[in-house]
């Protein structure tokens, strides 16, 4: 099951979920994920061993992306 | 899979900076070095004198010496600020973040997270300690620590989630993430560490060992 988070003041919100198969649930994960884009979130891909990988459209065999917001110097 | 190249999405925020390498970060510890001591020698050199020529000038020379020891301290301070716990606690919401962040980090990272409030990250520039409005680096051998004033933002996140952000930034690209962030102060880890508060300075003596770690292990064997 992949799964399309979102950092936010609740800790983290998880909107939406999909399989590969289910052709649907990640039709609803895309649009989800280009709604955010346009809030102004980043997508990110974490591959793990310290790498991680910006993403603009959603991978259909991600298991996980996170959306966060930008960085700026303090 | 529609990835893009690892350029990190807020360089469009500083297009006049040069991307931070590892030469921009020794030329800036050498400048760092130049200006401590430019203002530690020449003051208490000037108390000194001045003492020699005239002792009634103690007052004088007195305020000399005080200005050769605050000034180095006060950019040690800056260093160490931008790791400073800064913005609401968000206490109900931490712990959920807390996991979330838990979940990227290994286990050893996790643990010091959770004992210091900071993430400890090992990257191609040495090892960074990420703490919620900003970050440490110790390149290779830890006897210099570069300090980066950096944040998220979105203020209202809990402090995991913050750390979180930065992480993903750094991450993704991080000599991108370097350039966003502000260099704060350039200096000798112990400088940094007094002005840490305490329960983070395990933080940064576990980073500092990591860094000299780094140091002897062959270059190719590195992540």
Known sequence: MSRLIRMDATGHSTLAEWTTEDDPAFDAAVREFRAQLDLGYIGVLDQGKGKAEQVRELPRDAGLVIMRRPIAGG | ?223
Request: hydrophobic residues 45%; positive net charge; glycine residues 8%.
């Open chain 2, 1 to 223: 899979m529609a990835a893009e190249a690892p350029a990190l999405a807020e360089l469009g925020q500083v297009p006049w900076r040069r991307r931070t390498d590892e030469l921009y970060l020794r030329r800036q510890a050498r400048t760092w070095s130049l200006w401590t001591v430019l203002y530690a020698v020449p003051f208490p050199s000037a108390a000194v004198l001045l003492l020699a020529l005239e002792p009634l000038t103690a007052p004088v020379a007195i305020a000399c010496l005080a200005h050769g020891w605050v000034i180095p301290e006060l950019y040690a301070y800056r260093g160490a600020s931008v790791l400073r716990p800064k913005g609401p606690r968000n206490e109900r919401s931490e712990a959920a973040a807390q996991g979330f962040l838990g979940d990227l980090l290994g286990h050893e990272a996790r643990e010091l997270h959770r004992e210091t409030g900071l993430a400890l990250e090992r990257s191609g520039m040495g090892v960074w300690l990420i703490g919620e409005a900003g970050a440490l680096l110790l390149p290779p051998g830890g006897r210099r620590v570069h300090c980066f004033c950096v944040r998220t933002t979105d203020s209202e996140l809990p402090p995991s989630d913050r750390i979180a952000h930065l992480l993903l930034a750094l991450r993704t690209d991080e000599g991108g993430f370097a350039t966003v962030a502000n260099h704060a102060f350039c200096g000798a880890p112990w400088r940094v560490r007094r002005r840490l508060p305490v329960a983070m300075r395990p933080g940064l003596d576990a980073a500092r060992a990591a860094a000299r770690a780094v140091c002897r292990t062959p270059v190719h064997t590195r992540r």
